[in-house]
């Protein structure tokens, strides 16, 4: 299995992952077997219209509430990782739980939304909708995200956190557009783009993320432990 060859120390920090837009929890199995396989505690949501909640409606409100579920769940404060929709919906929880978890891994969310362009994509989504009656459940997902995600104001959020933030980029995911404003507004993050990889950056280079990932956890172990056990972040 891919990422296999990772190694990972004892760590007491869980994990909770938090999938994109048409997809499902099903998204993070490669993530979950390499963690799991180390004794890690992790869990991978379905947010609201997606996997096994198809028949309801998102909201960020349901995400949020999702995803402090899924943290509840956990034995210590988890690292949060999102992508795309995840990473929006994780930024929307921090802020309104910052303390609840020991640090944000964020994928496809280095866009600032902006509401005009949100508005116009979610109109045309709903004409997709409407038009394609077969696959009308998972495209009408995409007006209510656009919708919901278009509220969600990443940078001042992120400026006001404590915990450690990674941002992991594929070289072709199109929603890099305003990753230099995120480096910007975010002096102590740690920024990595992955070449020959796209928006799910997880699947198509999934060695180099697990890799991140693991170095992630041994950072904020190294946090919770205390001052001495302080270092370089990954």
Known sequence: MPGETTVLEETTTPVVFVHGTRSSSSIWEEQMAVLRGRGVHCQAVDLPGHG???TERLTMAGAVATIRDAVEAAPAPPLLVGLSLGGYSAIAYADRYPDSIS?????GCS???RRWAMDSYRRASGLVARLRRGGASTWGVVTDMLREVSAVSPLPTLRSLTVPVWFVNGRRDPLR????R???AMGNSRFHVLGNAGHDVHL????AFNRLLVGALRTVDRIARGPLGGGSAA
């Open 52 to 54: 096994s909640r198809l």
């Open 204 to 207: 198509h280079a999934p060695e």
């Open 103 to 107: 640090g944000l891994m964020l994928s």
């Open 177 to 180: 557009l305003d990753e230099r």
């Open 182 to 184: 995120f480096r910007a």
């Open 111 to 113: 866009t600032v939304p």
